[in-house]
């Protein structure tokens, strides 16, 4: 072709757009992605510019490049309904997916065509003479798209909708974004023991200049019901669930509010009058295997000899849909140790095993996710398998991950205390008590940890191992 592949490819990667927003597939599951952006588009009655665009992009990477440029028609039928005086402004990301798209499909020509438009239209829209043009709705893009590849994404996502605010400060769906991003990211550094309460103000502005959307209603109602204040967050709910009584969106945080509550049969019947609209989504089987679960528990905790016949089908029923949704998305940590846990509770033993080593397998998992896989399977082999030679392994094994958090003190208190009645009661031996060492020393605890090594050696002298190890202590005092 006429068109130099190397020029087209470094305009290419000049281009904001999908393709060159670092989003990784092996981070998401694209099938359950593709789904969701489809329910999104069918549900939030929004401009769905953003959704076709991000759809076009999962369409590439699910090797259907046909599909993909189907869905940028769709985007650009979008703009004309939505912002026909700002077509230029509001296409950029579109034209760039349209640029790669056909690059991929080695059709150079058009790609060079959608690469001058974005180039024609950037001199138009900015002063400047460089096309790479920092327009608000682009960051507000990016940042939604980033929000959906999952956790290790929200901190770039948040950086994403600030910059957005910065020129915009008022713009509804830009604090809305900025408010999700806030709020996930709380969600998940409050696992990591960094008690946060930064996402309330930022929920609270999102509502104020958002008062339709019941979504982001939602999650200020479970942020306030954290922060223990129920009854203003019921209010909230019983708001949103007046404006849209249907929105699946809005009924699955609903129910995960009374469930929290303790409100379980209601938490239930929302969940199942959300699943009539939306019967694949993962995340409703997800919160119905909880719902099921806490009920088997409150049931075992209130009854003194539970009637076998409920307790099996609260069993069955909560497997039923933690299996259905470790079954559709495979990465989805959380849901295969509830399973696994179920599996243990109902003595199921080796599918528990099974489920546990899926788990393993989980290629996204956090350093605070590992340390609670091994927490809990150090629990399953403790008080299941009765084998506490194994238990003291594998929390061992999630202290060794060096990130602090509630779980790795857990596994830290978990090892000592089994440990420690191992030697009191007289059953210590020489591998007792360098375990022992071993996890002092992962606690910065260097004195306790050189006591406990010459305990060993005293039992076992010529073990080089416990030789070495307590040399390396006393050198580092």
Known sequence: STISKNS????????????????????????????TIGDQIEFLQKSNITNYNLLS??????NSNEEALRNLQKAEEEV??????????RSLVTWGNYAWIYYHMKRYEEAQTYVSKVENSCRKLSSSAQWKIRLPEI????????????????????????????????????????????????????????????SLKPLKRAVELNPNDTFIMALLALKLQDLKQVDEGERYIKEAM???PDLPYLLRYAAKFYRRKGQVDKALEILKKALAVTPKSVFLHH??????????????????YPPQKQVEELLRLSIFHFKTVTDQKTKFFSAHTDLANMYAEGKRYEEAEETFQKAFQINILSCVD???????YGNFQRFHMKSESEAIRCYIEGLKIEKDSYIRNKCRNAVKKLLEQRIRGGLGDATDFATLGLVHNLSGEKLEAIECYEKAIALYPDNEEYLSALCELRLSI
């Open 287 to 304: 919160q119905l295997g909880l719902c099921y679960r806490a009920k088997l528990f409150q049931l075992k905790e209130t009854t003194r």
């Open 242 to 244: 007046q404006k849209t």
């Open 8 to 35: 087209l490819k470094s305009s290419l990667l000049q281009l904001e757009c999908h393709f060159t927003w670092t989003l990784l597939k092996q981070d998401v599951d694209l099938d359950e992605l593709e789904e």
């Open 80 to 89: 004309q309904k939505n912002h026909p005086d700002e077509t230029a402004r």
């Open 57 to 62: 992009y999962v369409c590439h990477l699910k």
């Open 370 to 376: 590992k340390q609670q896989l091994y927490y809990l």
């Open 139 to 198: 960051y507000a893009e990016q940042g939604w798209a980033l929000l959906k590849f999952g956790a290790k994404y929200y901190k770039r996502a948040k950086n994403c909708f600030e910059n957005a605010l910065k020129n915009e400060p008022n713009n509804p769906e830009f604090n809305a974004g900025y408010a999700i991003a806030m709020y996930r990211l709380e969600d998940f550094s409050h696992r990591q023991c960094e008690d946060v309460n930064l």
